[in-house]
């Protein structure tokens, strides 16, 4: 099996740097968001260093490692000196980008697997790593919660679902820590002689293997009125929880990779979708499904399947004959962006899913739309035509375009200044002399590719802090709100008059009533928006991961 | 050959000419000098080259080059007509114009050609422009270069830029014109070839145009004020390529074919984008043009953002 090219190996980018330390500030609090940017930019720390750089108790740091370690955002390993010196730490800034992926990841859960599942995933990515039964037992409980009176979640429903999302490999089971570390995972002791940093999840063999637990019963439901303290601490603990179920120290992680490449499937669908019709998306979705577990993960396309195999796999409301099957195979072969491709005539034709070319097709189409929506459809036109034509000169550009002189002259000098084109310079003489000299435009996929990519990380990052800047702007409003709710909640629970919530609830004026609607419309816009900038992050990054893996 | 009549000998310069002239007539390609020697052996070479630049002075004669030597040829008695009256150096001119053909050449180049000085270049252009025998021409590539060209002759493409291009202003509303029209009538077509709902092969078959059939389509239109070839059409179609919004096949073709251009057709159909427009430019950022200069605590920040505030409020 392949693996992912650690990213963590490359150097990060100032705006990688700054958006990994919005997230975790966000997520995690401004210690760890301290420790973490400060090991983002030095690379490779040991305890000691990072704590006399950073200004820090070493406890601080200790239990900010922890938290990093726990959701799989920092490894360690021997250091420098060797087995026997102090261990040193690495950032996985890959897998703190992740984290604006999270709401997709979920939905991706609740679609397939349903409001269990979406749980489950939750919960996970929530805690980074847990054991099946505790997530077993949470889930349930909060599943409970929701339902009608008298009504609980039996533990065997969450358990099947787990079971499941362990078999379509969307979860997968932490590294083995190879050191004789304690039951809670990854607890940082630099006195242990000998500790080797957790190998690739997939290198574990029991990687997908369900435990067997001991587990029944149903979920329980939480009484607001009963000690509402004691539960929140409690369902914090869970994870801390004595009673034994028969899987300790197995513990379970969200296996990001088979989700983005269910992402990368599902963009490829939808593509074909577009440009052919549903029922050619519908076979590249069988296609797809048929070759999930037997293709590798960078591959550049699926595994050969016949005719005769995707006609026996078609999901059976697609009643089409086999000829008809025939005719639409052609046809995704024969269009010009080769999503399909036929590698043999065995078996009614062999057919495979070319995935790196589809991926370089969704990229080149995700420039395209950004040039276009910047600068114009004219410009985009220009832009088009470089990508096709590779090298052009200046009056070829005009005459291929049909623009006039002047304009496409702007537009070109325009799209120079924002290096989205290029300018090659091909001498006739050995002397450069510019009236000798053929100045030919030019569009690279690859690196105009890579510098969307950081306007993307730079446009999120805008985004998160102008929702931070909303939320102080507004914090006195806000704060008194929340204060109001938690008197009309504490009012209801003991029976007041409805007159008193009245009065209550005209604590809070119009106008700041207005004002909390629209302060909530515009962090409803940011997050919304933040979403769907991650969706042209994907498509960028698996394009660009793809080139790589590829060479 | 034809037999050669023997006349009386005679020396008369006046008949050394109109034997000249009987001569080219027989000769329509041109005559050399040897010919006329061999014909009038007894005139001297001073005599004969006496004759001949009298009958090159009147414009009777043409005189050219070929591998072997010189060649007189005789002048259309209709060219011979209208530059007469004229003296040597506006013939010259008007020579080198003629031969530049219907692309017409520079004030410059006539210079060179012909080693007069500029003064006078531009007396006997303006002279021969009032006797209505050139007319300048302004060229498309240099708005301000002026090309000559004799008075009858149509402008080469090159210099008028072709249909595009009416009065050296490109048309781009034309332009524009024609590339919507083309693609409503692929639209269209791979509409009606959807709706269809036949067999794949024959809907996809029939969603395509061949440039041939566009082109007929735009002319029976009659949008075009001029007329428009079918590879006008297809650098029209080329640019819907570009747009995005149109593909293109090349299949074989048998020759004879309608449409078919050295056993090639061209294909067009429409065709759908393969993804929304792209979550980056739904944001304000993604659209921004002082997107470098923004950052935390500058003078351009997100928190006070007036494209952000615009935004929010919507």
């Known amino acids: 099996m392949t693996t992912e090219i650690p990213r963590y190996f490359l150097e990060m980018t100032a705006q990688e740097v700054r958006l990994c330390g919005l997230l975790l500030q966000e997520h995690f609090g401004d210690v760890v968001e301290k420790v973490g940017t400060h090991l983002i930019r030095s690379g490779v720390l040991t305890l000691r260093a990072l704590a006399h750089e950073t200004k820090l108790a070493l406890d601080l740091v200790k239990k900010s490692l922890c938290v990093l370690v726990q959701h799989g955002m920092c490894t360690f390993g021997p250091g420098r000196r060797g087995p026997a010196g102090p261990v040193e730490y690495r950032i996985n800034c890959e897998r703190i980008l992740h984290m604006l992926r999270y709401p997709r990841y979920i939905y991706t859960a609740k679609s397939l697997y349903g409001d269990t599942g979406e749980l489950i995933i939750e919960e996970i990515l929530q805690r980074g790593q847990m054991t099946m039964s505790s997530t077993v037992k949470t889930v349930a409980d909060r599943l409970t919660h929701n339902m009608p009176e008298g009504q609980s979640m039996d533990y065997s429903e969450v358990v099947s679902a787990f079971s499941r999302l362990v078999e379509t490999h969307f979860l997968q089971r932490c590294p083995p820590m190879a050191s004789a570390g304690s039951s809670s995972s990854g607890a940082v002791d630099t006195s242990l002689p000998v500790v080797t940093q957790p190998a690739e999840p997939e290198s574990n063999p029991e990687c997908y293997k369900l435990p067997y637990i001991n587990l029944t019963g149903q979920g329980k439901r939480r009484r607001s009125s009963e000690d509402g303290e004691d539960d929140q601490r409690a369902a914090k603990k869970a994870k801390t929880d004595n009673s034994q179920c028969g899987d300790e120290g197995i513990y379970w992680q969200v296996n990001f990779l088979r989700f983005h490449l269910h992402f990368r499937d599902q963009a490829i669908i939808s593509a074909v979708s577009c440009k052919l019709d549903q029922t050619s998306s519908e076979i590249v979705r069988t296609m797809l499904r048929m070759s999930e577990v037997t293709t590798p993960a960078h591959a550049a396309f699926t595994q050969a399947l016949s005719a005769n195999e995707i006609f026996r796999s078609l999901p059976s409301n697609y009643n089409i004959a086999r000829p008809i099957l025939d005719q639409y195979l052609t046809l995704l072969v024969d269009d010009p962006m080769e999503f399909v491709g036929k590698t043999g005539d065995s078996g009614g034709g062999m057919y495979v899913v070319n995935l790196h070319r589809a991926l370089a097709n969704l990229a080149r189409a995700t420039l395209e739309s950004v040039v276009q929506e910047r600068f114009g459809s004219r410009s985009a036109r220009i832009f088009r035509l470089l990508l096709r034509k590779r090298h052009l000169e200046q009056k070829q550009v005009e005459d291929f375009a049909m623009v006039p002189a002047k304009e496409a002259k702007d537009m070109l000098y325009t799209l120079l200044s924002e290096n989205l084109v290029q300018l090659q310079e091909v001498p006739k003489t050995p002397d450069y002399a510019p009236s000798r000299t053929f100045y030919l435009y030019t569009v690279n996929q690859l690196p105009t590719a890579r510098l969307l990519l950081q306007h993307c990380y730079k446009t999120i990052g805008n985004l998160i802090e102008r929702r931070l800047y909303e939320t102080k702007e507004n914090k006195r409003l806000l704060e008194k709100s929340q204060r109001i709710e938690a008197i009309l909640a504490s009012l209801q629970a003991t029976g007041a008059e409805t007159a008193q919530l009245t009065e209550v609830e005209e604590m809070i004026t119009a106008p700041e009533r207005q004002q909390l609607e629209s302060l909530r419309h515009h962090i409803n816009k940011l997050d919304s928006s933040e979403n769907q900038v991650d969706e042209t992050i994907f498509l960028l990054e698996s394009y660009i991961n793809s080139t790589q893996a590829s060479r | ?314």
């Open chain 2, 1 to 314: 050959m034809t037999e050669v009549k023997v006349k009386k000998e005679s020396t008369d310069p006046v008949d050394i000419e109109n034997r000249i002239k009987e001569l080219c007539q027989q000769f329509p390609h041109g005559i050399t000098d040897q010919v006329i020697q061999n014909d009038m052996p007894h005139v001297e070479a001073q005599q004969r080259a006496t004759a001949l630049n009298r009958l090159l002075s009147v414009g009777q004669l043409d005189l050219l080059r070929n591998s072997s030597g010189l060649l007189y040829r005789l002048k259309d008695a209709q060219s011979a007509s209208k530059v007469k009256g004229s003296d040597n150096q506006e013939k010259l001119v008007y020579q080198i114009i003629e031969d530049a053909g219907n692309k017409g050449i520079w004030s410059r180049d006539i210079r060179y050609k012909s080693n007069l000085p500029l003064t006078e270049i531009n007396k006997i252009l303006k002279n021969l422009e009032s006797k209505k025998l050139i007319k300048a021409v302004k060229s498309v590539a240099a708005s301000k270069k002026k090309v000559y060209m004799l008075y009858n002759l149509q402008p080469d493409r090159s210099v008028t830029g072709g249909a595009w291009y009416s009065d050296q202003d490109f048309e781009s509303e034309f332009v524009e014109v024609l590339n919507q029209q083309c693609f409503k009538f692929l639209q269209s077509k791979a509409e009606a070839a959807r709706d269809s709902k036949q067999s794949p092969m024959v809907q996809r078959n029939s969603s395509f145009a061949t440039s041939h059939e566009v082109w007929k389509y735009i002319c029976e239109l009659g949008i075009s004020k001029v007329d428009l070839s079918m590879e006008d059409i297809e650098t029209i179609l080329n640019t819907l390529i570009f747009d995005g919004k149109v593909e293109m096949t090349i299949i074989a073709a048998k020759e004879g074919t309608v449409g078919s251009v050295d056993g090639q057709m061209k294909l067009y159909r429409g065709v759908n984008p393969i993804i929304q427009p792209t979550g980056l430019v739904k944001t304000p950022c993604g659209l921004c043009p002082v997107f470098d200069d923004c950052h935390e605590g500058g003078e351009i920040s997100p928190s006070n953002c007036v494209y952000m505030t615009e935004w929010l409020d919507f």
